[in-house]
């Protein structure tokens, strides 16, 4: 079995990109495919993929999550895991999204890495 910190590290993982396959999903667009003509021409499926993507994140994100729970008390996963989900998302907005940088968010994501750092230093 895999150690259930680095289960958790991979759900906060599977987390951000399950964040970002949602956000690039386009309903509309994927109700447009061709669909019979899309098995001649793969390029018309190109929608599809954030949706395959939402869905493989999310069942990996929820794998990961559980088998972290089983050895980890459940308050201190779950805010584990958000905090570093958090963490990787302002990393993406900032370093690949070229969202401006603030030192207020790094200050208040600061605090939640503190909280979650208590709750394993009493686990």
């Known amino acids: 079995m895999i150690n259930p910190w680095f289960s958790l590290f991979l759900a906060s993982f599977m987390e951000v990109c399950w964040t970002y396959s949602l956000k690039a999903l386009n309903m509309q667009r994927i109700k447009e ?16 993929l954030p949706l395959l993507a939402y869905v493989a994140f999310g069942l990996a994100n929820v794998l990961f999550l559980s088998q972290a729970m089983r050895a980890i008390p459940t308050a201190t996963a779950y805010s584990a895991w958000m905090a570093l989900a958090v963490v990787g998302i302002k990393l993406v907005d900032v370093l690949y999204l070229k969202q401006p940088f603030s030192w207020q968010s790094v200050f208040y994501t600061s605090l939640i890495i503190i909280g979650v750092l208590g709750l394993r230093r009493i686990e």
């Open 33 to 48: 495919v061709a669909w019979l003509h899309s098995f001649t021409q793969p390029a018309l499926l190109l929608p599809v």
